[in-house]
């Protein structure tokens, strides 16, 4: 199971009042400017339940975003929360579209996406056994504004020595999604799924018990992944620790729990063409 850091209310709070600020600031432009739309769906967990409402929205919401991403109908999309159960709502999933009409821009090219996709019910819940949409809001990403906000961003965290472009957070994002782009992979427990999310020249490599352990990408599909889901589908805890992203380069450590065994993961990503996938997966065993 995949999990971001936990935000706090605070923490939320002030990512809405930036989007409010981003959306007031267009009255202080001369000429009308181009916007991307910003949906917030604010949602309320069934007590004890939001990591399953999380793993819910991740298997199924997700799911589709990613290939709304694919087909560039989705700049990004995320998931926060409060870590409790407290308050009227408890999660907020954030999706920018690319078309400034916002849903109404892709609702057909949506509707094929969702009639594709086949339900992933967690421990055989449902959306209305976990939790419910509290509320939605749209609100407008201005491009000069967001332009700005990024190259400040950069400037300030890259040395004056970098030569690359600076990152974005749409890059770091995209990285991250390829990630769990290969947990919904793996989970399927389809080869073909899991190949897909390595580049043609991909690797799979670590060490186990002494031994380098080294296959290509889809040798390492085919070998693990046979149609149906691993056993340990329902007992898999993943956060992602951290994701580092430079140019078309990403490097990302993810923690693995089944059970009471952990591994790491490191997975080292390249973008080609606007496409984040795996180039290497480097797994390190507990010895």
């Known amino acids: 199971m995949i999990?971001?850091?936990?935000?706090p209310v605070k923490?939320?709070?002030?990512?809405?009042?930036t989007l409010l600020i981003l959306t007031s600031a267009q009255t202080v432009l001369a000429t009308p400017t181009p916007a991307r739309v910003v949906t917030m769906t604010y949602l309320k967990s069934e007590p004890g339940k939001l990591d399953q409402l999380?793993?819910?929205?991740?298997?199924?919401w997700f799911a589709m975003d990613a290939e709304a991403v694919r087909q560039g109908l989705?700049?990004?999309?995320?998931w926060l929360d409060t870590g409790s159960d407290?308050?009227?709502?408890?999660a907020l999933v954030m999706v920018t579209y690319n078309d400034e009409r916002g849903f109404a821009g892709i609702e057909q090219r949506w509707a094929a996406i969702k009639a594709a996709h086949k339900e992933v019910r967690i421990n055989g819940a449902g959306m209305k056994e976990l939790g419910r949409v509290v509320e939605s809001k749209t609100l407008f990403e201005r491009q000069?504004?967001?332009a700005k906000e990024m190259q400040t961003a950069n400037l300030s965290a890259a040395p004056a020595s970098q030569?690359?472009?600076p990152t974005s957070p749409v890059d770091v994002s995209g990285a991250r999604q390829a990630v769990e782009e290969y947990f919904r992979a793996a989970d399927s427990g389809k080869a073909e799924n899991v190949r897909d999310t390595f580049w043609p020249s991909g690797r799979?490599?670590?060490v186990s018990k002494g031994t380098l352990i080294s296959m290509s990408g889809e040798e390492f599909a085919t070998k693990n992944f046979k149609g149906q889901p691993p056993s340990y589908v329902n007992n898999v805890k993943r956060t992602i620790e951290w994701v580092n992203v430079s140019g078309p380069a990403g490097v990302a450590r993810v923690k693995i729990e089944i059970g009471a065994t952990a591994y790491l993961d490191y997975f080292i990503l390249y973008r080609v063409n606007g496409a984040w996938k795996i180039g290497l997966k480097a797994f390190a065993n507990p010895e």
Not at 74 to 78: A, I, K, L, S
Not at 86 to 90: E, F, P, V
């Open 3 to 7: 999990f971001l850091p936990r935000f």
């Open 11 to 17: 923490t939320l709070v002030s990512i809405g009042l």
């Open 204 to 206: 799979f490599e670590g």
């Open 74 to 78: 989705f700049v990004n999309y995320e």
């Open 86 to 90: 407290d308050g009227a709502w408890n």
């Open 144 to 146: 000069p504004f967001l």
């Open 54 to 60: 999380e793993r819910y929205v991740r298997s199924n």
């Open 163 to 165: 030569s690359s472009p």
